[in-house]
């Protein structure tokens, strides 16, 4: 089968479309056969030997990916059934989606909702998922349309970006946080109906700030997250499911006592299967289908490191879709 292998020498992470076997496979319940996968971020930084996302070599990369079942020792899964996966360390320390089989556990797999192509589920990917949990986070806490605005930091990110059009699509006020001016229009195509920089959003590090937004997702964390937490209202929620900025959090207790604010925090890795099914069937009822043709750039798997070096770069914006077999 075809795959793109990541493998390192002499310290250099190098990457290659080629031809492997099947029985080269790590352990597993379930095997699929995959059609689509996803580049993210992390991707690109594994691909590129960015950081430490991968230790041990060979690799193959792909973090999600969806397809439909060509083996199980599973009863939960019939042969030919539409599967997807996001997180489980696919991809970092368990071979990925972009390869034209993956073996995984089943307790990783999610049935794929009805009327959710497997192309479509990967547009939205770990990062439209993550999104979606987000939002769910959000309403469980009280914030509802109506409240007032919420906003979204990394807005340009592929779970900001996927947050914001599910927050219109329901009905919120949403206010994007983006560090690229350039970014407007995409992020007001999207829904958002007020952008700020990052240098029009207040980063003076006060415990408690202006009362401004009836909630907030937070991809970036750090000192972005304090400024969140300080400008939240009365009762409001505040949902962070990234650390792109720093996992230190320069706050104190006063919005959570003053103010009752709530700090929800969200993994997609560790999220029980009923909310994996639930978050999934939701993506599915909400997401509009402009959402699929707006945010999407489609590549062949051989096209992968060409394009994680221009996300690297920053010069890749949406969606990378990635079609790992006909």
Same mark, same amino acid.
């Given at each position: 089968?075809?795959?793109?292998?990541?493998?390192?020498?002499?310290?250099?992470?190098?990457?290659?479309?080629?031809?492997?076997?099947?029985?080269?496979?790590?352990?597993?319940?379930?095997?699929?056969?995959?059609?689509?996968?996803?580049?993210?971020?992390?991707?690109?930084?594994?691909?590129?030997?960015?950081?430490?996302? %991968?230790?041990?070599?060979?690799?193959?990369?792909?973090?999600?990916?969806?397809?439909?079942?060509?083996?199980?020792?599973? *009863?939960?899964?019939?042969?030919?059934?539409?599967?997807?996966?996001?997180?489980?360390?696919?991809?970092?320390?368990?071979?990925?989606?972009?390869? $034209?089989?993956? @073996?995984?556990?089943?307790?990783?797999?999610?049935?794929?909702?009805?009327?959710?192509?497997?192309?479509?589920?990967?547009?939205?990917?770990?990062?439209?998922?993550?999104?979606?949990?987000?939002?769910?986070?959000?309403?469980?806490?009280?914030?509802?349309?109506?409240? #007032?605005?919420?906003?979204?930091?990394?807005?340009?990110?592929?779970? #900001?970006?996927?947050?914001?059009?599910?927050?219109?699509?329901?009905?919120?006020?949403?206010?994007?946080?983006?560090?690229?001016?350039?970014?407007?229009?995409?992020?007001?195509?999207?829904?958002?109906?007020? %952008?700020?920089? @990052? $240098?029009?959003?207040? *980063?003076?590090? @006060?415990?408690?700030?202006?009362?401004?937004?009836?909630?907030?997702?937070?991809?970036?964390?750090?000192?972005?997250?304090?400024?969140?937490?300080?400008?939240? !209202?009365?009762?409001?929620?505040?949902?962070?499911?990234?650390?792109?900025?720093?996992?230190?959090?320069?706050?104190?207790?006063?919005?959570? %006592?003053?103010?009752?604010?709530?700090?929800? #925090?969200?993994?997609?890795?560790?999220?029980?299967?009923?909310?994996?099914?639930?978050?999934?069937?939701?993506?599915?009822?909400?997401?509009?289908?402009?959402?699929? $043709?707006?945010?999407?750039?489609?590549?062949?798997?051989?096209?992968?490191?060409?394009?994680?070096?221009? %996300?690297?770069?920053?010069?890749?914006?949406?969606?990378?879709?990635?079609? !790992?077999?006909?």
């Amino acid at each position: 089968m075809r795959a793109l292998l990541l493998e390192q020498n002499d310290g250099k992470t190098a990457s290659a479309v080629g031809q492997i076997n099947t029985e080269q496979l790590p352990e597993g319940d379930v095997t699929v056969d995959v059609y689509w996968s996803s580049l993210n971020y992390k991707d690109a930084m594994a691909i590129t030997g960015t950081g430490k996302i %991968i230790r041990d070599f060979p690799m193959v990369p792909g973090i999600d990916f969806a397809g439909r079942v060509s083996s199980s020792q599973d *009863k939960r899964y019939n042969i030919g059934q539409p599967v997807v996966l996001t997180g489980w360390g696919v991809g970092e320390t368990h071979w990925g989606g972009l390869a $034209e089989q993956a @073996r995984v556990k089943g307790d990783w797999l999610v049935p794929l909702p009805e009327g959710l192509e497997a192309r479509h589920a990967m547009i939205i990917g770990t990062a439209g998922f993550t999104a979606m949990l987000c939002v769910m986070a959000l309403e469980e806490g009280g914030v509802l349309p109506g409240n #007032g605005e919420v906003i979204v930091s990394g807005a340009s990110g592929g779970v #900001g970006s996927t947050a914001i059009t599910l927050l219109a699509t329901l009905g919120y006020n949403v206010v994007a946080i983006s560090g690229r001016a350039s970014n407007t229009d995409y992020l007001t195509q999207l829904g958002a109906k007020r %952008i700020l920089t @990052r $240098e029009e959003f207040s *980063k003076e590090g @006060r415990a408690l700030d202006k009362q401004r937004w009836a909630g907030a997702i937070d991809t970036v964390g750090d000192q972005t997250l304090a400024t969140l937490l300080s400008q939240t !209202v009365y009762g409001g929620t505040v949902v962070a499911c990234g650390l792109a900025g720093g996992y230190k959090l320069p706050t104190t207790v006063m919005p959570f %006592i003053l103010r009752n604010v709530r700090l929800q #925090g969200v993994d997609s890795v560790m999220c029980p299967l009923h909310r994996r099914m639930d978050a999934w069937e939701r993506l599915a009822q909400t997401l509009p289908a402009s959402f699929y $043709e707006q945010t999407a750039t489609e590549i062949s798997l051989e096209q992968v490191p060409e394009t994680a070096a221009g %996300i690297m770069a920053n010069t890749v914006t949406g969606r990378t879709l990635v079609k !790992v077999r006909s």
